[in-house]
Structures are given as C-alpha cells and as structure tokens.
C-alpha cells in the first residue's frame, strides 16, 4: 500500500552525466533532497545500498530538520552493505597485514593524484583483475559469471567522475551524524561480506 520511488544517481544507469556540479557524495544529496521535496511526500523512508547509503548520511548531515522530530519528512533508513567513513580501513585493510595496508593505501594516494589513471587501473593484466575482483567482491564460492558481471559493472562507470568521486568517499566522516539519528535505523550486511565486513 505504499509509494516506492527509485532512480539513477548522477554517473550511474540512465541518468544524465555530472554537469558542473561537484562530483561527490554530498553533490549526490543534494539530488537526493531534491527528489525527496518534488515527491510531495509527508513521510518517507529512505533505503540505499553501498554509494547509496553514504548519500542517505550525507542527507541527514546535511539536512538534520528533516530527519525525524515532529516536521522532519524522513521517518526511517536502511543502509545496506555501506559505511559512514574511512572506506580504505573499514571496507579494505581491517583484516590485513600492515604490510599490505601500505600498499593498498599507496596506490589509492596514486590513483586519487590524477582522475585520468583510473583507465591505467582498469588496464591491468585481466588475471590480477579477476583476482582483485574475486578478492575485494566476494566470499568464497564466486562463480565465473558472477565475477565477469562484477567486472562488467566496474567498467561501466566514466573513469575521471569515478576517481573523482572515489575521492569524496575516501574523505567521507559521517559517524557522528549515524550516532545522532533518532529515527529507527536498519543495517544489513552478508556476514561473509569481504568489502564491508562486520
């Protein structure tokens, strides 16, 4: 019995490209509010997956008077398979070895330097990207198909608007605003979720 309202984010499935806007998280809020205000909806509840659910928090920091209270238009989230800040410790390096940390960190500050090398990045030899992808996307027991669609959806983003948005989610620090939120919260993530973790 209720209304569901779905769309593409900038940059992603049929929507329009960045334009001149910022490519970032809180750009990405911004359309959120703007969504949220043409529905004319006295209530809403807000659901987002992985890039999805940063811009659900960036939301509610940037628009705290409507995020519950007696006027707030925002009854509930769901933030699936997401995180609220330092995305390379939280989502990559937790289970590794210093070592590795290092070097993981190295080549994000590599990558992040210049939007253009994101296309280096993806022409990497195709057995160390399907073992990167095997790595960062799944828990044990991937499939071919399943590990060539990953492949297949990483390819599909604008190389210098993804390294530039990879930028605004590596800056991201939104654990206060989840502490904050008064409204009930529900949080789901695979308990052998590789890239999200516990």
């Known amino acids: 019995g209720g209304r569901y309202l779905f769309y593409d984010a900038r940059g992603h499935g049929r929507s329009v490209p960045w334009g001149d806007e910022p490519t970032s998280v809180p750009t990405l809020a911004a359309d959120l509010a703007a969504i949220i205000a043409a529905s004319r909806l006295d209530s809403v509840i807000l659901a987002g997956h992985s890039l999805g659910g940063m811009t659900l928090l960036q939301y509610c920091h940037d628009h ?10 925002v009854r509930g989230l769901a933030l699936c398979n997401t995180t609220f800040g330092d995305v390379i410790n939280s989502l990559l390096l ?31 030899p195709p057995a160390l990207a ?69």
């Open 64 to 73: 705290p008077a409507s995020v519950g209270g007696p006027s707030g238009v």
């Open 94 to 124: 937790r289970p590794l070895p210093a070592v590795a940390q290092r070097g993981l960190r190295a080549i994000g500050d590599w990558l992040l330097a210049d939007p253009d090398r994101w296309g280096e990045l993806q022409s990497m």
């Open 130 to 198: 399907q073992w990167l992808v095997r790595w960062i996307g799944f828990a044990r027991g991937a499939s071919p198909t399943q590990l060539a669609y990953l492949g297949t959806f990483d390819a599909s983003y604008a190389n210098p608007a993804l390294s530039r948005l990879l930028g605004s989610i590596l800056s991201l620090d939104l654990r206060e605003t989840l502490e904050s939120l008064t409204v009930p919260v529900l949080v789901v993530t695979g308990a052998q979720d590789r890239l999200i973790g516990r």
